[in-house]
């Protein structure tokens, strides 16, 4: 238990389907993100939120729309996805701030998206 | 910018064997170096940190030293298990929130 909690785990869509990914954390950070897993790939970075404002956006496709509203909330919500979207997706948070503290990212279990 | 360069797998160990994993760095300032794993079917796991040059990270056996002269953080362990046998990847950690990830190394470990 790391103190952020992805649901769901598993989830299969088809390419017309809208769904969303939820993620919620319970360590007082104020720093959200989403990481891209796929296979043989390094882990890509989406989005990120810092103090509910999104800081980050790595020329995401339009069909992954991510919503920040509080500091414990994230959603990635998922609308007309490609087969080659499907992957792990990683909710991750950690206090906002500089390298220098050592601040830590903690990550969820992931949830493993598969698109028909 | 960051970039975190790690040794490619799979690594194939026998158990008790001695395992290192390599990982350099580019990066400006100071960065926190991290080695995160991920065991089949779980997210990502810190393993163990370092904030400055010279720090020592270690947990569960394993560790790694942070090295700036060489801009390196390799792992370690000195005997591994097969339940080690899982994803390792090394990561920086800088100014503006952002974590940069390696590539990954698998790593199995065969009775």
């Keep these: ?116 | 910018g960051n970039s975190v360069t790690q040794m490619e797998g799979p690594v194939t160990l026998s158990e008790e064997a001695f395992l290192t994993i390599n990982c350099t760095y580019t990066a400006t300032g100071y960065p926190s170096l991290f080695w995160y794993v991920q065991y089949p079917g779980e997210g990502l796991q810190l393993l163990l940190k370092a904030t400055k040059a010279d720090d020592k990270g270690s947990n569960k056996g394993f560790e790694a030293t942070y090295r700036k002269e060489t801009t390196s953080f390799h792992l370690e362990k000195g005997s591994v298990q097969v339940s080690d046998s899982a994803v390792y990847f090394c990561a920086l950690y800088n100014a503006g929130n952002m974590l940069t990830f390696g590539g990954g190394t698998r790593l199995m470990v065969k009775p």
């Excluded at chain 1, 919620?24 to 509910?52: C, D, I, R, T």
């Design chain 1, 1 to 116: 238990e790391t103190g952020v909690t992805q649901t769901p785990r598993h989830l299969v869509m088809g390419m017309t389907n809208k769904k969303s990914l939820k993620c919620e954390q319970h360590l007082g950070h104020n720093a959200m993100y989403w990481y891209k897993q796929s296979a043989k790939k390094p882990l890509e970075l989406m989005f990120v939120y810092s103090l509910e404002e999104r800081v980050e956006n790595n020329s995401v496709p339009s069909r992954f729309s991510p919503e920040c509203p509080n500091s414990s909330h994230l959603f990635l919500h998922l609308h007309t996805l490609q087969p080659e979207d499907s992957a792990l997706y990683l909710c991750a948070s950690s206090p906002a701030g500089s390298g220098y503290s050592g601040n830590t990212i903690y990550f969820g279990e992931g949830s493993w998206l598969t698109v028909v």
